[in-house]
């Protein structure tokens, strides 16, 4: 399975952006698929994570009510909508996939990973 994020960029605090995830494979549909990021100097953190249907979705505290995960199972896509942006957002963010099993916070559990696509919020 390939992974490639798109979508990242410069956006003023409160601004909106929606990363997207685009998925080799036939069988991105029965992957849980989650966002992680990591900022400068820190360490690779939970974003949020989908199920398989999309009908089950998990987020991290700091990004509750802001983030958004989506995807669309015929265009082996995962989304990530961005409401609301600050600056601590800032960071690259990674698509991940997992073939088994979905609602984990641990990085070490996913089984694939995207290249990264960084977000840049300005204050």
């Known amino acids: 399975v390939q992974l490639q994020a798109s979508g990242g960029g410069l956006v003023q605090a409160g601004g909106s952006l929606r990363l997207s995830c685009a998925a080799s494979g036939r069988t991105f549909s029965s992957y849980a698929m989650g966002w992680f990021r990591q900022a400068p100097g820190k360490e690779r953190e939970f974003v949020a994570t989908?199920?398989?249907?999309?009908?089950?979705?998990y987020y991290a505290d700091s990004v509750k009510g802001r983030f958004t995960i989506s995807r669309d199972n015929a265009k082996n896509t995962v989304y990530l909508q961005m409401n609301s942006l600050k600056p601590e957002d800032t960071a690259v963010y990674y698509c991940?996939?997992?073939?088994?099993?979905?609602?984990?916070?641990?990085?070490?559990?996913?089984?694939?990973w995207g290249q990264g696509t960084l977000v840049t919020v300005s204050s």
């Open positions: 991940t996939a997992r073939i088994t099993g979905w609602g984990t916070l641990n990085p070490y559990e996913y089984d694939y």
């Open positions: 989908i199920n398989w249907s999309g009908g089950s979705t």
